[in-house]
């Protein structure tokens, strides 16, 4: 008899439809056909003992089994519960018309208990009803339209199928996601530094526009924790763009159980290799500027990265995409971030501080500049100088700034500003150079305040739309319909000489 289930095989943050079918027949042996790698084949030893352990009969005649098409590369252990199902239903131990309609994914373990699977959340598309194992399951109800139901053991999944003890279907924890959205550590961290007003200032214009930053100063100056509270100042994420979040985080591990993809904020250090942070392996996988889609990329100590590695970053901030190539299959990942960077000024920290000496040659500052220099800078919009705080700035009673609630509401309102105005509802750092024109509209007189501007400041012509663009988002942060000269004056400050 040959029986056919429904499974599915990833494919970047797609699913793919495979069909497992099984026959079972005379001879003595268990074949796989459909290009099953190694993990597949010793299912067989996982699926044997499961079936056994849940009270059945393992058939002692030939099992053929195909995976197909067979074109599809299928990795891992996901296929194991529909073949254990696929045997018990060839051998007339399970009634094959329970089987129809329903995907089903999950590795076994020798005692048929059933393990988490990556990508559940990008399979549950594929799928109207699903099962699958439990500590996947509330990753797999993101997906819209799929009833799911997650299952501890084989045994659970054919009593369920039988009839005799029902799964409860998983609820879409969307709402509960959305809801729950508020980042109460970045919060606490932007409240701590108050009192840093014009870096304030830089990173709500950077979080308002999407724009890209590069913060400089010395060790102890507090870039690290602006970086970090940058995630209270973003707009939580819309239900679409949870939904592709879950997507790529879901394709990048096994779910754990946890299923919490806020907006990203991913933390990446100097000694990251190419591939962990642009993705890659024999099964490709997410790399860290996809994990960020969506969100923040920060990369600390900018000066000690790789060059290499830097320049690697340049293609995909530009086009939001990166396809990863290997021997047998090529895969595309999103990856539209924000970039925040942060460096010291030279390689001792200290050049330009009011009270501390630097010790760097010309030559050694240069070279550690020129790590970053050129394309990536390219694409930063905003270079802010962090200093370190005065020490009576931090009496909250001679604080003066704005709370963190009045700016988070100005980056919303910004935030919304854009998305109705912008094609695509893009952030102002995303506009190409023609809509910047539609877009950012400047009387003549303040045109010739820029370009003069720009001249004696020594800027190239590179900085002339980054700093409309910059003026754009200050004036959405007022509410204000026009570009104001004070505001091409203050985002002019952004910008460095030669830049
Ligand atoms: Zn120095």
């Known amino acids: 008899m040959l029986v056919k289930l429904s499974a599915a095989a990833l494919h970047g943050v797609d699913a793919l439809a495979v069909s497992v079918e099984v026959r079972v027949g005379r001879g003595i042996h268990f074949t796989m056909g459909g290009l099953p790698n190694s993990a597949v084949r010793e299912s067989h030893t996982r699926v044997r003992s499961a079936i056994e352990v849940a009270g059945y009969h393992w058939p002692g005649r030939g099992i053929t089994v195909n995976l197909a098409p067979a074109d599809v590369r299928k990795e891992g252990t996901a296929y194991d519960l529909p073949l254990a199902l696929g045997i018990l239903a060839a051998s007339g131990q399970l009634a094959a018309e329970l089987l129809e309609g329903i995907l089903f994914v999950g590795e076994l373990a020798l005692d048929g208990g059933l393990r988490p699977v990556r990508g559940a959340a990008v399979m549950a598309s594929r799928a109207r009803t699903m099962v699958l194992p439990t500590e996947s399951a509330a990753e797999a109800a993101l997906a819209q339209g799929v009833t799911v139901y997650g299952a501890d053991s084989l045994s659970a999944v054919i009593a369920h199928l039988n009839g005799s003890v029902q799964l409860k279907p998983t609820p879409c924890g969307m709402d509960a996601l959305l809801a729950g959205a508020a980042n109460e550590i970045a919060e606490a961290t932007l409240g701590a530094v108050q009192g840093q007003e014009a870096a304030l200032r830089g990173l709500e214009l950077a979080m308002a526009g999407g724009h890209n930053m590069l913060l400089v100063g010395p ?32 394709v990048r591990k096994k779910s754990s159980g946890q299923h919490k993809f806020g907006r990203p904020f991913r ?8 591939t962990t942070l642009l993705g890659g392996g024999a099964d490709p996988r997410p790399g860290e500027i996809s994990l960020a889609h969506g969100g923040v990329l920060f990369l600390d100590e900018l000066g000690e990265w790789d060059r290499h590695v830097l320049n690697a970053l340049r293609a995909p901030l530009e086009s939001g995409r990166i396809t990863i190539s290997r021997a047998q299959v090529s895969v595309d990942f999103p990856c539209e971030f924000q970039l925040i960077a942060a460096t010291n000024p030279c390689p001792c920290g200290y050049l ?19 790590r970053f220099s050129g394309p990536l800078l390219d694409r930063i919009d905003i270079q802010l100088d962090i200093h370190p705080v005065n020490l009576r700035a931090l009496d909250p009673r001679k604080f003066t700034g704005d709370s963190v609630g009045v700016r988070k509401a100005r980056v919303l309102r910004a935030r919304a500003i854009q998305s109705k105005r912008n094609p695509g509802g893009r952030t102002n750092s995303r506009l190409n150079p023609a809509e910047v024109l ?29 700093v409309l663009k910059m003026a754009r988002t200050l004036a959405d942060l007022d509410g204000r319909k026009n570009v104001s000269k004070r505001d091409l004056a203050e985002a002019l400050q952004y910008r460095r000489a030669g830049q």
Not at 226 to 240: E, N, V
Not at 358 to 365: L, Q, V
Request: aromatic content about 4%.
């Open 219 to 250: 060790p102890g100056a507090g870039k690290t924790m602006i970086a970090k509270s940058a995630p209270a100042l973003i707009p939580p994420l819309t239900a679409a763009e949870q939904i592709q979040v879950s997507r790529i985080h879901s």
């Open 267 to 274: 933390a990446v250090h100097h000694s990251t290799t190419q």
């Open 352 to 370: 330009g501080h009011v009270s501390r000496r630097c010790d760097c040659s010309e030559h050694r500052i240069t070279a550690y500049r020129r």
């Open 438 to 466: 539609r877009i950012v509209k400047i009387s003549n007189a303040l045109r010739l305040f820029l370009i003069e501007t720009m001249n004696s400041y020594h800027l190239s012509a590179r900085s002339h739309d980054r």
